[in-house]
């Protein structure tokens, strides 16, 4: 059974950065893509950044430029690097794998002064 287990959110002031990680376990990760959702209270989940096998990125338009996905196999790891971070990126954020759609229980980002 595939779990993920998020960490690394907080409160961090406008301006300022967080990295995020997501660990995976109960299968052989390398072969999962990857991704990094949001959500925020009222609102629908929304794609932050995705990341193949190979390494290929995608990101929302809201997050290019400031946010950076990436994964290293040998720990079962997924990253998401935050930097000049927004109030409106305030939101819980979700790790994904990418073949049956398992979620992480998700980790709070506030971004506020």
């Known amino acids: 059974q595939v779990q993920l287990v998020e960490s690394g959110g907080g409160l961090v002031q406008p301006g300022g950065s967080l990295r995020l990680s997501c660990v995976f376990s109960g299968s052989d990760f390398s072969v999962y893509p990857m991704g990094w959702y949001r959500q925020c209270p009222g609102k629908p989940r929304e794609l932050v950044a995705t990341?193949?096998?190979?390494?290929?990125?995608n990101y929302g338009d809201s997050v290019k430029g400031r946010f950076t996905i990436s994964r290293d196999n040998a720990k079962n790891t997924v990253y998401l690097q935050m930097n000049s971070l927004k109030p409106e990126d305030t939101a819980v954020y979700y790790c994904?794998?990418?073949?049956?759609?398992?979620w992480g229980q998700g980790t709070q980002v506030t971004v506020s002064s």
């Open positions: 990341i193949t096998v190979i390494g290929r990125t």
């Open positions: 994904n794998e990418g073949f049956f759609g398992h």
